[in-house]
């Protein structure tokens, strides 16, 4: 069976209902996307008529000349059941609402929603929202994503696709990935709302079964059916990393929620094991998500446990070892052969154990010898990188070009941080540029280390091996 | 009984031994530093003559026809206890050694370290090091720090103090500060190295009874003496906060120091309730560190535990919840004053409860409007203000303005998370030039503001009021 949101984003006829000639209004917007960058066929509905964007404004959908495949109403909440039912009428079976004014405003609200759902039996029509930003897919052209981009950036195509209940975290989660790296995240993103219809489940399904998907972040309060959703995601977890936040996690964020999106907070711990046991990777803050797509976009899956650390620092060494037992990952004993050459290549007080200490008297040079020993170590499964460029030796571009060779290698996740002020932030810039996976602090990245090394675990335990998820096809 | 430290940086003479004529050497810097900034006398010792920076390089401290407070050793390990030795003989009692080799890279070393103790013992001086970057103090330019400003930039005058036992850390960190605002932020750094007389204990004394130090940041791996120490620290945290990374938290963080600072791992659960007990805050990251110095260093201490948060997305405001609870704070309930003028300014889809949520429709006027009226209700200890400012009708500018204006009244603790892309960091660089708490993220605002609570807490457990703690005299 097809996901019900493929008729929506495989839409060859597009109808915006609420097209406004104001500009920088949600209508204007979404007009102006379509018209643009929909390589299909993009109708305008405006009860004045007129034009916009060269195109022309009905006046009501029942006047286009043609089969509307999907459509966006973007009318003020006491216009929607009526626009709605004209498509209906029009025989549209793909509705996005994206109007807020509904069940998240109280009983008005509630009985508004009623109305629509009422709509949506009779004409069997498909609703996304109400209170939503509802689709958007660069590679599509899809964007019904009603803020202009000089407010809301638009990160272009790539493998990771996001589902979110909440629209004002999809809309500054997509405005974060714009300006991460060279911006190339995202196949598809769904913000769903209020959920009258199209909820989570379908969304996990639609992402599940979308082959340009090739990582899947999620934002959820509550669950409108949590066993169909633990079970959809028991099987796409095996063939793409899930991860994302469930928040709702206390009493006092149900109590924030239950003003918000009337979300209802679950016995946390039980949801903890739930999401656990589907392969979900859950995250708890926000900067975390940024993380994984950086880890889980660019880096292979590891394949074990086993850690190596380079650092011209013992602190740092320390911290991030600290933070690898947190994580419930190991410290990588080298081969037999990586030791000997380290210890043959390094003086005497460089500590060559691991975490490889090699001092404020690194050069670039010395992070070479050490980076590549153990990335060609079969005993090492992942390499941490950390840098404190204080340090006077070290030639910072011959340590970023370095770097780079290594973490584009993609044999092993390779994770960099760079700790200090000016050049620690240019040199974490370099790397984002190229999108290689460079973090603030140890602990950060070690930290990131883990959650790929978790998904690994998960894909282990089902016997499947973590070479067959790649993020290239 | 004074502190220890106190005759290093009260001296009136300052010698360099190991002064070096070769550019960004150790020795050719910190010869820089203190003819360059030293208030006092500065004399350079290099066994060849010369003249370095307008001033005579005696070929030995016994040539040296005045007698000399302190002094910095930065020779090769293998000369160091030769140099101490003329020290000695020439009544130096106050001597820096930041050359490693010593008791941190094994049998050798720690041969080399006994000699030092020795020539210290007979010779009664007082040593920091080896192994260490020594003292620094931008207001009594004192500097050791024997990387050039081009490297390690440092930060200007401020209320922070810092000892560490990490030197690479302790680097770091000062860069980290150097760029963090306006700079302005250290007041002493103590890095000690292998404490092989001077500790943590003698640091924290010294920082301790220091009237310009308002706050104390810490980086232990081990302590010398533990209990003597703690006895210390329960006393100045009732002054003054401390707060700090106590590393080696685990097994594998131990492994890790043994060969870093032959440190040994404690219990960590133990030394979590010491540190507890005598009132320092832990922290976990690097970067939770930078944190503690923008709410402490900026922003009074709570007199309660109520929140309030102030919000244009729920999903933020249901994250920063989470939050709240993981933190041991409270939602706060607004009077009846405050709730009736929310309720009859804002439209009936804002939510106008705890947190408030003016939703993608706010203005900076909505803003101001909401986040005045908590900061003036005695029911709300503490403000959380959150932005996502890819919303439309919000004026950037004027936003920013107002969280200035709130942020500087300093009669609560208030701090703005904002969550975006290129708009979010401009917002946040903004309040960072003028020193005002800005993250990345809810949960990282609403962390910082519990670690400002946790220290409110316990001085009034321990009948301290927390407005006696002020960083300006």
Redesign the interface.
Do not use: C
């Given at each position: 069976m097809k996901a019900r949101l493929e008729k929506f984003f495989n839409a060859k006829t597009f109808c915006v209902v609420g097209a406004s000639t104001t500009p920088?209004k949600?209508g204007n917007v979404v007009a102006y996307n379509f018209v643009n960058f929909f390589p299909g066929k993009t109708y305008l509905v405006n009860p004045k008529g007129g034009e916009l964007y060269n195109n022309k404004l009905y006046k009501s959908v029942l006047e286009i000349d043609d089969s509307i495949d999907a459509a966006c109403i973007i009318v003020p909440a006491r216009y929607a059941p009526l626009a709605l039912q004209e498509c209906g009428k029009k025989g549209i079976k793909n509705i996005i609402v994206t109007t807020?004014?509904f069940s998240?405003?109280?009983d008005e609200?509630i009985k508004l929603q009623q109305q629509m759902l009422d709509i949506m039996k009779e004409f069997e029509i498909t609703v996304i929202g109400p209170n939503c930003l509802g689709l958007y897919s660069p590679a599509l052209g899809y964007d019904t994503m009603f803020?202009?981009d000089s407010?809301?950036?638009r990160p272009t195509n790539g493998p990771v696709s996001i589902f979110?209940?909440?629209?004002?975290?999809g809309?500054?989660f997509i405005?974060?990935?714009?300006?991460l790296g060279s911006g190339k995240w995202v196949s598809k993103f769904i913000s769903y709302g209020n959920a009258s219809d199209i909820n989570e489940t379908d969304s996990l399904e639609y992402v599940g079964q979308d082959p340009d998907t090739k990582m899947i972040i999620i934002?959820l309060?509550d669950f409108k059916n949590g066993r169909e959703f633990m079970q959809k995601a028991r099987e796409i977890s095996l063939k793409k990393p899930i991860m994302g936040?469930k928040?709702?996690?206390?009493?006092?964020?149900a109590?924030?929620?239950a003003?918000?999106?009337a979300?209802l907070s679950a016995n946390d711990v039980i949801v903890d094991d739930l999401l656990n046991d589907a392969g979900i990777i859950r995250v708890?803050?926000?900067?975390q998500l940024e993380d994984c797509v950086l880890v889980f976009g660019t880096q292979p899956l590891p394949l074990g446990n086993n850690v190596a650390?380079v650092?011209?620092?013992?602190?740092?060494?320390?911290?991030?070892?600290?933070?690898?037992?947190?994580c419930g990952l190991?410290?990588a004993k080298f081969s037999a052969e990586v030791q000997k050459k380290l210890d043959d290549t390094f003086p005497?007080?460089y500590?060559t154990?691991?975490?490889i200490?090699i001092?404020?008297s690194a050069t670039a040079e010395d992070y070479r010898i050490a980076l590549e020993s153990v990335y060609d170590d079969p005993n090492v499964d992942s390499i941490v990188n950390i840098c404190?460029?204080?340090?006077?030796d070290l030639d910072i571009e011959e340590y970023i070009k370095i770097t780079k060779e290594l973490a584009k290698r993609k044999e092993k996740p390779f994770v960099t941080a760079l700790?200090?002020?000016?050049?620690?932030?240019y040199a974490t810039a370099e790397l984002l540029k190229d999108d290689l996976p460079a973090f603030?602090?140890?602990?950060?990245a070690v930290r990131a280390l883990g959650m790929l090394t978790e998904y690994t675990k998960y894909l282990q335990k089902h016997s499947v091996d973590p070479k067959s998820i790649k993020m290239e096809d």
């Open positions: 920088n949600p807020g004014g998240e405003i109280g609200g803020l202009p407010k809301l950036k979110t209940q909440s629209g004002a975290f809309a500054a405005d974060q990935l714009s300006r934002y309060e936040i928040a709702n996690r206390t009493e006092t964020g109590k924030a929620g003003s918000h999106t979300a708890i803050t926000w900067d650390i650092t011209d620092g013992g602190g740092a060494g320390v911290m991030a070892s600290d933070m690898v037992s947190d190991t410290l005497s007080f500590s154990g691991n975490p200490d001092t404020g404190i460029p204080v340090i006077p700790v200090g002020g000016e050049e620690a932030d603030e602090s140890p602990g950060r």
